[in-house]
Structure formats: C-alpha cells, structure tokens
C-alpha cells in the first residue's frame, strides 16, 4: 500500500534528451510537491499544485513542465536535459502541513 | 534562499547515547518539522512543531522551538542503530499545503 509512489526509480540519459517522471499518491490529497535534492543533500521546492492547479513555481527553467491530469498524479517532464539536471527529484503530498514523500526518482544525465 | 540550518552537519555516537541535532531559520514561520531521511529513500516525517509550542515529545524524540531565537532542536534518546539516517528541519510558513523550506540536514550515524 504504496502512500506516494514514483516512476522510474533510476533514469539514466543522454543531455538533450526529454524525459518524464510520474508520481501517483492515493492518500487522498489536494495538494502535491515536486521538490530536488541536489548531490549535497540540499532540497528545494520546485512545483506545487493543488487540486490539479499550479500554485507555486520556484525560480525553475521552462524545460521543466510539470502536469497534474486529476488531483491524484503530477508528473514533471523534463525537455533537453543538461547535466546539471542530474539530481534525485521528490514527490509529496498534503492534505495540511505535514507532508508524504515519494521514494524519489535517481536521474543521471550524461 | 536556504532558510533552516542545521548542527552539525554530521554527528557519529555509540549506540544508547542521546543525539541532539540543531536547526536554526531565519524569517517568522507557523511550524517547524523534522523528517528523517534514510540512504537511498524518500523523507518521513516525525514530527511537528507549531509556532506557540515551545516542547513536544514523541516516543523517544523530543523537540524544542525557541522562536525568539528561531531555532529548534531535536533530541533522540537511546539511540539505535537503526536511527543512522540524515534528518533535516523544514519550516512551513502558514497552515495550511505550502511547500516546505528545508535544511540540508545532519548526518547521524549511530555506532552498535
């Protein structure tokens, strides 16, 4: 009974590719996170939606597009990936301040 | 920018010991959290803290805030193995979904 789940686990890719990761919760929340923990552990809110509408958008590149096609799922499409974008990407939910996390998708850009 | 800090940036402790882990911030906030973070997986929370509390305990956890300070620490005691992990402070700026300001965490690595 997976609370918050994301696909893949690993992505390894060439820059310039385009790639996407899913998240599904089935907590019931109306509000889901993407968030990017960087290689010193540091996390930072990228995206947050609620109720399938953009609230929040962190200073991130437009090659980054996330979507949320029903309050269950958000997903995040990268477009053109640089090697910087290597990164372990986070997904959570709410339904007030405490927060659910994904087991995070590995991605690695060569 | 980075609001929450913690100290130290790593902590290594026999097992039984007590680990005091500490958070700082820098702007006024609603609560204040601590979520664990074990090698390799995503983060899970432990506990809360809201902005007129000044303790809280659960299980073998206890946190402080000290907003006159903006600071917070979290106390495991009886330490297990089982707690090496990362633990980060995230602070939540009203009550209800905002995204979460995090530290970059302490290190703890709890020797048997």
């Known amino acids: 009974d997976t609370a918050v789940s994301q696909t893949p686990k690993y992505l390894v890719t060439q820059m310039g590719n385009d790639k996407s990761i899913k998240c599904e919760q089935n907590l019931g929340h109306d509000t889901m996170y993407w968030y990017k923990q960087d290689s010193k552990k540091f996390l930072k809110i990228m995206f947050s939606y609620n109720n399938k509408e953009l609230i929040i958008n962190e200073t991130v590149p437009n090659r980054f597009s996330p979507k949320s096609p029903d309050k269950a799922h958000l997903n995040l499409h990268i477009n053109s990936l640089e090697l910087g974008d290597s990164a372990v990407y986070f997904c959570?939910?709410?339904?007030?301040?405490?927060?659910?996390f994904g087991p995070g998708t590995r991605l690695l850009v060569l | 920018s980075q609001q929450g800090e913690e100290d130290p940036q790593a902590l290594s402790i026999q097992e039984g010991e007590n680990a005091t882990m500490n958070c700082s911030y820098k702007t006024s906030i609603n609560n204040l959290q601590w979520y664990r973070q074990n090698s390799g997986r995503g983060l899970v929370h432990l506990i809360l803290?809201?902005?007129?509390?000044r303790e809280k305990h659960s299980g073998r956890l206890r946190v402080t805030l000290d907003t006159s300070k903006k600071s917070s620490s979290l106390l495991i005691t009886a330490s297990r193995a089982a707690d090496t992990a990362s633990y980060f402070c995230?602070?939540?700026?009203?009550?209800?979904?905002?995204?979460?300001?995090f530290g970059k965490g302490t290190r703890l690595s709890v020797i048997a």
């Open positions: 995230a602070t939540g700026f009203d009550s209800g979904n905002t995204p979460l300001v």
């Open positions: 803290i809201r902005s007129n509390e």
């Open positions: 959570a939910s709410s339904a007030q301040e405490t927060q659910y």
